[in-house]
């Protein structure tokens, strides 16, 4: 089973894989906790490019180019031989972040996303994980975050977005589960991360 998660920023992903990738292995469930951009030796160059504050401009199309190639690498070499070998893959963002971030909120049209996604053979994942946050909120603990870890500068890239921004992202997330339910089951991520992950731990209980 492949399985994303979803949100944006400071929605607290990162803990929340973290946590169910160690619950699943103590229920003795082979997984693979891995993310993108940078799920690969390319990919973490990729993310250098993608994520820091580099003073140059990336036209919202090369954004696009850059993230599918992340993906198609990340595909190839990390997430199909898992999941052939039957492991559960655990991934920190996929496909929807781009249909959120350069579709919605940057403006790329969503139609031409998907056409080219079809032609790179992108899968949809099993299920994915909408950890679903304010964007007052979710932008506040990102910023936070990176200060305290001196990330602003090398992952400040989309923090650095207005609130607008941020706020289109949420909404183009909310859309897309509501267009997928099957997919995508929406966590709200407000509250302490142990009653964040017992709502998740409900949901891989009920998939695995
Ligand atoms: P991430 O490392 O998850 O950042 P955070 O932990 O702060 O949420 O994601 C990296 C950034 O890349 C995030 O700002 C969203 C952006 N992104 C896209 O714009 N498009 C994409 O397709 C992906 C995968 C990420």
Not at 110 to 137: C, F, M, N
Request: hydrophobic content about 40%; charged content about 25%.
């Amino acid at each position: 089973m492949f399985i994303t998660f979803e949100g944006i920023e400071g929605s607290g992903k990162s803990l929340q894989i973290a946590r169910s990738a160690a619950y699943l292995k103590e229920k003795g469930i082979d997984c693979l906790g891995t993310r993108e951009p940078g799920g690969t030796g390319f990919g973490i160059e990729l993310r250098k490019i993608l994520l820091g504050t580099n003073g140059y401009s990336i036209e919202p199309w090369c954004e696009v180019l850059l993230y599918l190639a992340d993906r198609y690498q990340h595909l190839k070499e990390v997430i199909e031989p898992a999941l052939a070998r039957g492991v559960v893959v655990l991934s920190d963002r996929y496909q929807d972040a781009t249909r959120a971030y350069q579709g919605a909120a940057r403006g790329v049209s969503g139609a031409e996303i998907e056409k080219l996604s079809q032609v790179l053979g992108i899968r949809e994942p099993d299920r994915t994980i909408l950890l679903d946050l304010a964007a007052e909120e979710g932008l506040g603990r990102a910023r936070t975050r990176n200060l305290l870890s001196g990330t602003a500068e090398s992952e400040g890239r989309f923090e650095a977005e207005d609130l607008a921004f941020h706020t289109r992202v949420r909404g183009a997330y909310l859309e897309l589960a509501a267009l997928h339910p099957e997919r995508i089951s929406i966590v709200p991520a407000s509250g302490t991360p142990d009653e964040v992950f017992s709502r998740i731990r409900g949901l891989l209980d009920q998939w695995l």
